[in-house]
Structures are given as C-alpha cells and as structure tokens.
C-alpha cells in the first residue's frame, strides 16, 4: 500500500503516520526526520537544510531529491510506505512520480484541522533530539515528565517549533502544500479526515477511509 498524509504542520501528520506504518507493516518515510538526521550527522546536505528549516522555509527540492530518491530505492518500499512531508509542493509531486515510474499512489490523506487548534499544539509539543519521537504535554504526554519513551533522552522544544516560526510554517503550507489537494483530488486519491480531535479517534476515521479504498 502506497500512502501519502498531506496536512499543516501540527495536524499530528507524523503521529497518524506512526500509527498507519504499525498497522500495515510498511515504513514511515518522513522527510523532516531525514532532513533532521541529516543535520545532526553534520553532513553537507544537513547544513544546507539547516538555515531552512530554523526560518520555517522549506528546504530547496534539490536536496529533498537527493534525500527522497535514496530512501525510495531501499528494498523495504516495495511493498509501500507512507510519505508524511513529501510532497510539500507541485514540482516535488511530479518528482514523485517520476521516482515512483508508473507505480500510483492508493491514497493520499488530508489532515483537515484549524489554524488556532495548530497554534495551541504547538505550544505543548516537545521532540526527543535522539530519535525525533514528538510528544504533546496534554494530547500525548510521555510516562515520565520530559523524558522520551522510546530512548529515555530529554525533550526539547525545536526552534522551528516556536510561534513566530510556526506561523511562517502555516503560510507556507498555505502558499505551496495546500495547491496539492486540488492536484491529488483531479486523480480522486484524496481523503480529507478531520484531525482534530483524539489521536485514536482520528486513526480510526483514517482506517474506515482506507477499508473504503
Ligand atoms: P516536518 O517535520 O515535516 O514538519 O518538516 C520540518 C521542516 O523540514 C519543514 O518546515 C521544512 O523546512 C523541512 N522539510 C520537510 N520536508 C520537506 C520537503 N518535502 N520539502 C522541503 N522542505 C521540507
């Protein structure tokens, strides 16, 4: 199964995508962990995208290809994936489907949730700087205060997490992410589910969408 999850930075598109690897045994291939493990390595596609990423820019496609066109060739994407951050904008679609030569995608998902409801997440979320695992202090709080579940590293608040960052973040989704719906919807791939509320309950509107094809 082929998956994209398309939505605003906030709308859980990382968690759902968790979720949605567990259940179908396929990977996570999420381009802002690439782009961050790129970064933390130090190595020179890392510090192009650094700058980026810090402005709530995005990162030029050229170095999102290079990072793309090398995860999608591992053996593991054969029996799918889901892509949670790519494509971020049209000329990145078509290179998706250029990379992916003839193969379509069964379903992209949009994660429809309100910008206040995006502001408020943000203020609560917090991010392992070891594995990137991504934690809401209310909607989806570690078991020990601050410390992740999965590496017992201390949370941190990413600086791309911080307002004035996010509200940059948002009008680049608006500006460049959001023409893709219209694209995904011309080949009726598109399934718009309401991300707001509980990480379950949004989980499961997503599988009854994906039971329906
Ligand atoms: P995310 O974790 O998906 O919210 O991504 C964090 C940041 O990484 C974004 O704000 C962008 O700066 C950068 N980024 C992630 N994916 C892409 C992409 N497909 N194209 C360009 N920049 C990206």
């Not at 291939?29 to 192009?48: F, H, V, Y």
């Not at 591992?74 to 951050?85: H, N, P, V």
């Not at 910008?115 to 392992?128: D, L, M, N, P, T």
């Amino acid at each position: 199964m082929r998956i994209i999850i398309l939505g605003p930075p906030g709308s859980g598109k990382g968690t759902q995508a968790k979720l949605i690897s567990q259940r179908f045994s396929i990977p996570h291939i999420s381009s802002g962990d690439l782009l961050r493990d790129a970064i933390s390595k130090g190595t020179e596609l890392g510090k192009k995208a650094r700058d980026y990423i810090e402005k709530g820019l995005l990162v030029p496609d050229e170095v999102v290809f290079g990072l793309m066109d090398e995860r999608l060739k591992e053996r593991d994407t054969m029996g799918g994936f889901i892509l949670d951050g790519f494509p971020r904008n049209l000329r990145q679609a078509h290179h998706l489907e250029k990379i992916l030569s003839g193969k379509s995608m069964d379903l992209v998902i949009y994660l429809d949730v309100p910008e206040e409801v995006i502001v408020e997440r943000f203020s609560g979320r917090r991010s392992c700087k070891k594995c990137g695992r991504v934690y809401h202090l209310k909607r989806n709080p570690p078991a020990k205060d601050e410390i992740c579940d999965s590496c017992g590293e201390k949370l941190i608040k990413r600086r791309d997490d911080e307002e004035d960052v996010v509200r940059k973040r948002i009008q680049v989704f608006k500006d460049q992410t959001q023409p893709l719906i219209a694209h995904y919807k011309k080949y009726r791939k598109l399934k718009k589910v309401n991300g707001k509320g509980e990480v379950l309950k949004v989980f499961s509107e997503i599988l009854s969408e994906l039971e329906k094809g």
